[in-house]
């Protein structure tokens, strides 16, 4: 099963477990290029790194799919990208937190909800950003 396979507003405990697995395997990938890129001065500076990094990246995907989920579950609205920018300022609020920064959290907000919210207009609309033309 993947995230679009079900409805949104169904399965709550199923999309926020696949957001939060993704998440985790972004902050991972994430990890291992900052490890590459910025030398740590210890293994264990670098497992701190590692640690940290894949946590919150594991926590914005866990938000993102349990604020998506019960915002459609709330409002009644299945398929509908305004869940999508629900879940991604959440996302960024929560990284605002993290770094006890409005500014952050307010630019992440934004940010990440848009990101969502195109992303799930793209998906209804079949918009691809590679492959070959549509003839």
């Not at 890129?37 to 866990?62: E, I």
């Not at 629900?86 to 609020?93: D, H, K, Q, R």
Request: proline share 4%; hydrophobic share 40%; charged share 15%.
């Amino acid at each position: 099963m993947g995230y679009w396979d079900k409805p949104d507003g169904t399965d709550c405990v199923e999309k926020t477990w696949i957001s939060t697995k993704l998440g985790t395997a972004l902050g991972l990938v994430g990890s291992a290029y900052y490890l590459v890129a910025f030398r740590p001065d210890s293994v264990m500076a670098a497992l701190q790194k590692a640690t940290n990094s894949t946590v919150t990246m594991a926590a914005v995907g866990a938000i993102f799919g349990c604020a998506t989920c019960l915002s459609s579950q709330m409002r009644d609205t299945p398929d509908d990208p305004l869940s999508y920018f629900v879940g991604g300022c959440a996302s960024g609020i929560f990284l605002g937190a993290k770094t006890h920064s409005a500014i952050t959290g307010t630019s992440a907000c934004l940010g990440l909800g848009t990101l969502a919210f195109f992303t799930k207009v793209g998906k209804m609309e079949g918009w691809r950003l590679a492959g070959p033309p549509k003839l």
